[in-house]
T-cell receptor, first 113, second 109 residues
């Protein structure tokens, strides 16, 4: 079945450590996205990519980095520069152009100890 | 600024009907989405409206009024599995999605 796989589902990090969240899709979608979800707030866009080897900052890119070396993969690194990284992170993908429905992964919950 | 407003929480009874409202102020409009998200899980697509009117899809319907900046999601014959958060999102003039904070729907037997 086609879909998006995020891993790990739960991750604990000590302050000062970088962590990388994995996102893989087999839907042949060109566009991929990373969102952050906090209680009481709407989804906020961190980064997105529409083509391999290219990506754009979203609304809250500071303290995060991404890469898009393969169409299927869009990993997110939460760096030590992110001051409040504890959150639920969602990866999504879609086809390009116009109003396209997002398909989401199951999410990764990051907790900083 | 851009803003999407939804009620934070609603409670309804199994078998009943509930309407979840969403009002928006955005720079341009290219459509409105509703997603369902069970706790700790991925959001899943429910509906997309770009023209005024009602779109019906089984027990779920979605309505849009562009002149009023208003949409609602109507859930009929509520089931316990409908307990979830319902997210409203608007596609602005730059085709960027603006998300509401979501409405947590609690279904009681």
């Amino acid at each position: 079945d086609g879909g998006i796989t995020q891993s790990p589902k739960y991750l604990f990090r000590k302050e000062g450590q970088n962590v990388t969240l994995s996102c893989e899709q087999n839907l042949n979608h060109d566009a991929m996205y990373w969102y952050r979800q906090d209680p009481g707030q709407g989804l906020r866009l961190i980064y997105y990519s529409q083509i391999v080897n290219d990506f754009q900052k979203g609304d809250i890119a500071e303290g995060y980095s991404v890469s898009r070396e393969k169409k299927e993969s869009f990993p997110l690194t939460v760096t030590s520069a992110q001051k409040n990284p504890t959150a639920f992170y969602l990866c999504a993908s879609s086809t390009l152009g116009g109003a396209n429905v997002l398909t989401f992964g199951a999410g990764s919950r990051l907790t900083v100890l | 600024g851009q803003n999407i407003d939804q009620p934070t929480e609603m409670t309804a009874t199994e078998g009943a009907i509930v309407q979840i409202n969403c009002t928006y102020q955005t720079s341009g409009f290219n459509g409105l989405f509703w997603y369902q998200q069970h706790a700790g899980e991925a959001p899943t697509f429910l509906s997309y409206n770009v023209l005024d009117g009602l779109e019906e899809k089984g027990r779920f319907s979605s309505f849009l009024s562009r002149s009023k900046g208003y949409s609602y999601l109507l859930l009929k014959e509520l089931q316990m599995k409908d307990s979830a958060s319902y997210l409203c999102a608007v596609l602005d003039s730059n085709y960027q999605l603006i998300w509401g904070a979501g409405t947590k729907l609690i279904i009681k037997p």
